[in-house]
């Protein structure tokens, strides 16, 4: 580990040179304007009857209490927020809404460092598409939120910023790599906040840290100018994605953004009719149990059935689903994903990326410095891909003849550098696999696949030496770029979830997740399920989403968010 870090310095001068009433316990008047919707709250300012500047003061002191207790912030540009609040538009769809961001979208005047210390004190030029069109609506971004370095991670740390704990049990991961985005969310220190997805990013933190969001498909949310660790990785595209508290501030946020028509701020974003609500016509369900890979553990399996009864009583119909491999796509995903094997020359834009940049860049990896650290088990994967062809070919070997474990045998045997000839190749596969996908859902008349967001709660920190392995139940849905969300539905309860006696590990990959699993330890974290619709179903997903969450509450079963409010 490097001395003592810039970023954490700064960020403290940062918090010191606050007004005093930043410091000061929740008001009522706080308490009133935190309890609220985004739509409420739009609708108090564009009345007049509430300031922009009052709901800031409000989610500023909650946004830095929720830094104390989860270290979630990197960059605090609340002063400046001040400013754009008094300038915000007042009329527009997110009129004096406080928007927080994942570190990498880019503000001008202010760093997206993404974890690396090389990156800091280097503030992007200027705003990013997507901030370009929240600062139109009449958002005003005033927090930046903490990302592992290389964004390759399941949990949230970096040397330059420390990690993030999660709101819920400290000891346990937030989830990542947009950890920091759900740690303040769940704190309530935030409504509405922006992530990105390349395999389960927003996905993962919701899930683990009960808030909800939705992974869109390329080209429905802006993504234009921001910072990456990766430019140019189309194997598996990144998407920006739109996280939120609750579910009716994520649907509030979706069509605030779309009713921008981001398609006039950007050339990726897609402009059609959008889906229109079923009503409450019943659905047809298909349920992914198990990736054939690393099975639900009980908690997980347990919130998933429970989701299943629910839709069934009430006359949805819910079948078991038999796709292609999810196995056979975690393969190609993963060998899309690790292709460069660490390898890539720089010729970067003076150290600096976009993450609209066409040039080749460093790997992620490649911007660390001597004496930083990296996560554990993204340090391993990228190790694997490096080794020596004869090295890689007998560690496989060994695993599958010697240790008989085809499955973590087939993984490893992907892990390599790829020239053009051998990429090409791999992209055809990937096609060919949405092809077959989308042929057994039309068959099948599927409208949604059901699933868990990851085989695991929130695991305990230090967990991705192992955990950054188990990301097929959310990476198989960007290989395919179809619309995925997650909602919260339960929480680990000790006295339901424990392992079966006798339960035994299908592959290495299994047994290594598993021995973090601890229905103890993980009692109260919460449990979300994956709602999947297929490509450019935005609309339809969060109706899905809706359709559970309205279900529950009939029952009197809904999730119950974490509160941390107390006014004086």
Request: hydrophobic share 35%.
């Amino acid at each position: 580990m490097l001395g003592t870090p810039k970023g954490l310095e700064e960020r403290k001068n940062r918090i010191n040179q606050l007004p005093a009433y930043y410091k000061e316990p929740i008001g009522h008047s706080d308490a009133t304007i935190l309890s609220k919707f985004v739509s409420e709250l739009v609708e108090d300012v564009q009345s007049g009857e509430l300031d922009p500047s009052d709901i800031l003061k409000a989610y500023g002191k909650q946004a830095l209490r929720a830094h104390v207790q989860t270290n979630c912030l990197t960059e605090i540009m609340i002063l400046s927020a001040e400013t754009w609040a008094k300038e915000c538009n007042r009329k527009g769809p997110l009129a004096g809404i406080p928007v927080s961001l994942k570190d990498t979208v880019a503000i001008a005047g202010w760093d997206s460092s993404i974890g690396y210390s090389a990156w800091t004190r280097k503030p992007m030029q200027k705003d990013s598409v997507l901030v370009r069109l929240l600062r139109d609506a009449g958002a005003v971004p005033y927090v930046k939120t903490n990302v592992p370095i290389t964004l390759m991670s399941g949990e949230s740390w970096s040397d330059l910023f420390g990690r993030t704990t999660n709101p819920h049990k400290t000891t346990h991961t937030c989830g990542g790599s947009t950890g920091g985005e759900a740690a303040l969310l769940a704190f309530g220190g935030s409504r509405i906040g922006v992530g990105t997805d390349v395999a389960g990013s927003v996905r993962m933190p919701a899930h683990c840290s009960g808030i909800y969001s939705i992974k869109a498909s390329v080209g429905r949310f802006p993504r234009t100018g921001n910072s990456s660790g990766i430019p140019g990785q189309e194997g598996v595209p990144p998407v920006y994605s739109p996280m939120a508290r609750t579910l009716e501030d994520l649907g509030t946020f979706w069509r605030a953004v779309v009713s921008m028509k981001p398609w006039e701020y950007d050339y990726s974003p897609w402009d059609d009719t959008l889906w229109k609500s079923g009503g409450d016509t019943a659905m047809k369900w298909g349920v992914l149990w198990d990736d054939e890979i690393i099975a639900p553990s009980p908690a997980c399996k347990r919130a998933l059935q429970s989701v299943v009864e629910i839709l069934r009583k009430n006359g949805h119909e819910v079948v078991d689903l038999h796709p292609p491999s999810p196995y056979e796509g975690f393969q190609i995903a993963s060998q899309l994903l690790i292709a460069d094997g660490g390898e890539v020359s720089d010729t970067s834009m003076n150290g600096r990326y976009s993450v609209s940049d066409s040039l080749s860049g460093r790997t992620a990896v490649s911007h660390i410095r001597t004496g930083e650290s990296n996560d554990t088990g993204v340090a391993q994967a990228l190790r694997m891909a490096s080794l020596p062809y004869w090295a890689r070919c007998l560690y496989v070997w060994y695993v599958r003849y010697i240790k008989q474990d085809e499955i973590y045998a087939g993984i490893l045997d992907g892990f390599r550098e790829r020239n053009v000839y051998e990429y090409w190749p791999l992209v055809a596969q990937r096609e060919d696999y949405r092809r077959r996908w989308f042929d057994m859902l039309q068959e099948e008349k599927i409208d949604y696949v059901l699933t868990v967001p990851n085989s695991m709660p929130a695991l305990p920190h230090n967990g991705m030496k192992d955990g950054v392995k188990s990301f097929a139940y959310t990476l198989l849905f960007n290989l395919l770029d179809y619309t995925a969300g997650v909602l919260p539905v339960t929480h680990v309860d000790s006295s339901q979830d424990e392992l079966p006696a006798g339960f035994k590990a299908r592959n290495a990959l299994e047994m290594a997740v598993y021995k973090m699993y601890d229905a103890k330890a993980m009692h109260g974290l919460p449990i979300g399920v994956q709602v999947v619709g297929k490509r450019l179903e935005e609309e339809k997903v969060l109706w899905g989403m809706e359709t559970i969450q309205r279900l529950q509450a009939k029952d009197g079963i809904d999730y119950k968010l974490l509160t941390s409010m107390t006014a004086t």
